[in-house]
């Protein structure tokens, strides 16, 4: 059986400061891991995905993520955080035998202060 | 790209009564998934389509949900009859034909139903 952990349901940082949201996830395949980010009132919408190849990904809006096997983990980083990036970001895995499913993570609610 | 469009964005029922919700999802996509969010329980798969054929359903909580995809450009996820706890965010959500489990879901932004 597949799962996601994100550790911390709300996380709260000001306005420039570091955005570090973390996952966790437990596979006996290989992984393919998404972050995933719901503004209000609307869907997901993909910030990045790891499949294989270079484990830093880069994604939209200035977010990465580092795929580290032997910490089992695919934290999402920002350096500098913006007002406009408050909302809730969701950890997602899927393998290769479980076809299209995803295994969402229960998500982490990002607050930005001024 | 319109994106996947789903439809009512917001339904109000009283108990009892049949909700259908709409999903339209991107053309080409082959995957098709209906999700439901609520606080308590966060995301939860319901069922979900390839090529048009249901090939999960065990997410779909009892017999009042059933879910249709008559074709590649429409699905249907009915509850009949509607009960309380059956209010949240719906969210339907494609996908293209990909390599294994790694195409991303492009979701709808959701039909949020309350049922009173």
């Known amino acids: 059986a597949q799962s996601v952990t994100q550790l911390g349901s709300h996380v709260s ?8 949201l973390r996952c966790n996830y437990s596979s006996s395949v290989p992984p393919y891991l ?3 980010v719901q503004y209000p009132n609307q869907g997901l919408q ?3 995905k790891y499949t294989t190849g270079a ?4 994604g939209i809006n200035g977010f990465e993520a580092e795929f580290k096997k032997s910490e089992t983990s695919f934290h999402l980083t920002k350096p500098s955080a913006h007002m406009s990036d408050a ?19 229960s998500g982490t609610q990002l607050t930005v202060l001024p | 790209d319109a994106g996947v469009i789903q439809s009512p964005r917001h339904e109000v029922t009283e108990m009892g009564q049949e909700v259908t919700l709409r999903c339209k999802p991107i ?18 798969l319901l069922i979900y389509f390839n090529n048009n054929v249901p090939i999960d359903d065990s997410g779909m909580p009892e017999d009042r949900f059933s879910a249709k995809m008559p074709n590649a450009s429409f699905s249907t996820l009915k509850i009949q ?17 990909g390599t294994g489990g790694t195409s991303p879901l492009h979701f709808g932004n959701g039909t949020r139903l309350t049922v009173t």
């Open chain 2, 81 to 97: 009859p509607s009960e309380p706890r059956d209010s949240a965010v719906y969210f339907c959500a494609s996908s293209p034909k």
């Open chain 1, 87 to 105: 909302a809730e970001y969701f950890c997602a895995l899927s393998t290769q035998g479980s076809a299209r499913q995803l295994t969402f993570g």
């Open chain 1, 34 to 36: 998404f972050w995933y």
């Open chain 1, 46 to 48: 993909l910030l990045l």
């Open chain 1, 13 to 20: 940082v000001s306005e420039g400061a570091l955005v570090l």
């Open chain 2, 27 to 44: 053309s080409g996509h082959n995957s098709l998934f209906w999700y439901r969010q609520t606080m308590m329980r966060g995301l939860e």
């Open chain 1, 55 to 58: 484990t830093l990904v880069k």
